[in-house]
């Protein structure tokens, strides 16, 4: 079965962006040689898809300049494709399979599911989209790293209610500066939930 996962860094008070919509915080704690690349190697295996929102993707294509380097996409997710919800025109990486889309997000979940069958979806960003897919019954797991930071405002991490009744801690282990947190999470009553 695929599972969509939501794979983020977020601050200790709950930010995955500045309220400039920045991830720059998110480098002022080093990454390499933390013990996380287990982690990392376990959960990217599975992805066969990256979904994001439009400001997550502007934020990823100018801050690595991606227009004039698609290779930088490779370096990071491989050939992978990628969804992007958005509502305006946005740039295309040449050479890079990235689906423009809006809407509701069941009919793209299934098309994702066509495309790239018994692979899971990663969900980068933002909270609100995650939101909706929770909301249509669709979020599997949430898997942060949680990093000593905090920034008073910004994009929140889920802006949803999701209680524990649905939610289930899966794993939590420090890696360096950073706790990676694993939680499972129940599909809601959406369309596509159970019952």
Request: with cysteine; aromatic share 10%; hydrophobic share 40%.
């Amino acid at each position: 079965m695929t599972k969509v996962q939501y794979f983020t860094a977020c601050t200790l008070d709950g930010f995955i962006a500045d309220e400039h919509n920045s991830l720059d915080w998110l480098f002022e704690v080093p990454h390499d040689g933390d013990g996380d690349e287990g982690d990392w190697d376990e959960f990217i295996s599975g992805v066969g898809a990256l979904v994001m929102g439009a400001t997550t993707y502007e934020w990823m294509v100018d801050r690595y300049d991606m227009v004039a380097n698609p290779q930088q996409w490779r370096e990071f997710y491989g050939d992978r494709p990628g969804w992007v919800f958005t509502h305006r025109d946005l740039p295309r990486l040449p050479g890079i399979d990235i689906h423009l889309v809006s809407g509701e997000v069941r009919p793209v979940y299934d098309e994702i599911v066509a495309a790239v069958p018994d692979r899971n979806i990663w969900v980068l960003g933002g909270g609100d989209l995650v939101g909706q897919l929770d909301d249509a019954g669709l979020l599997d797991e949430i898997w942060l790293g949680l990093t000593p930071v905090t920034l008073g405002a910004g994009a929140p991490l889920l802006p949803r209610r999701i209680t524990s009744s649905r939610m289930r801690v899966r794993q939590a282990r420090q890696a360096g500066q950073r706790v990676r947190v694993v939680l499972d999470v129940e599909r809601g009553q959406g369309p596509g939930g159970p019952g």
